[in-house]
């Protein structure tokens, strides 16, 4: 016999006798081939998902129509500011500056709106007329931190207005020039 041999002398140990995992019981189901025994598997068939299991999905359930219910106003504002943003690319003024005039009027409140959104409503207001309200919008942007680019989008925005508002104004009545028939009788006639 060599050392290196493995040897036989130990008897083969006995594999333990399959019990429930849920409870212990040595009596085994035959309906399932998991280790459970017929009260357990019968309990497991009944029930498949633990109460903490069904209580957390409640209380998912009842978070997500929650969120839904309460971001619905955001969603609503979201689609109204796209359709005012298509209605700007089809330089549909008036219905744009409505659009946005409706969503600044729904944030009153906040101190802040969106610099972005008051520049587009002022440049809808000019293009559809209102330039009052365009001027307004612009003087609620006065003081606010804003990038280069929406400052000089507002700058040259104020130019036009200003010219704009300029050429609307009717012009001052002048001093009527001294009329002379002659000037307009024909050189026969004189």
């Known amino acids: 016999m060599s050392l290196f ?20 019981s040595l009596h085994l189901s035959g309906r399932t081939k998991l280790p459970l025994c017929e009260p357990c598997r019968a309990g497991l068939v009944k029930f498949p998902f633990p109460l903490w299991v069904r209580v957390s999905a409640v209380v998912v359930a009842v978070m ?6 309460l971001s619905r106003e955001h969603i609503s504002g979201a689609l109204r500011l796209k359709h005012a943003e298509k209605m ?14 409706e969503l600044l009027n729904k ?6 709106g969106d610099t972005d959104m008051m520049l587009a409503c002022a440049e809808a207001a000019k293009n559809s007329g209102h330039y009052e309200e365009a001027a307004r919008m612009l003087d609620a942007l006065s003081g606010r931190k804003a990038t280069k680019m929406e400052v000089e989008r507002a700058d040259s925005l104020g130019r036009e207005l200003g010219y704009l ?3 609307s104004q009717p012009q001052a009545p002048q001093a009527p020039l001294p009329f002379t028939g002659a000037q307009f009788l024909p050189s026969v006639l004189r």
């Not at 493995?6 to 429930?20: G, H, K, L, S, Y």
């Not at 997500?64 to 219910?69: K, T």
């Not at 700007?88 to 005039?101: H, I």
């Open 5 to 24: 041999e493995p040897t036989n002398d130990a008897a083969p140990a006995e594999a333990p006798a399959p019990t429930c995992v849920n409870c212990g």
């Open 64 to 69: 997500v129509c929650g969120s839904l219910a």
């Open 88 to 101: 700007m690319r089809e330089e549909r003024w008036e219905e744009a500056f409505q659009g946005y005039q």
């Open 107 to 112: 944030n009153k409140d906040k101190k802040q």
């Open 165 to 167: 508002i300029k050429q």
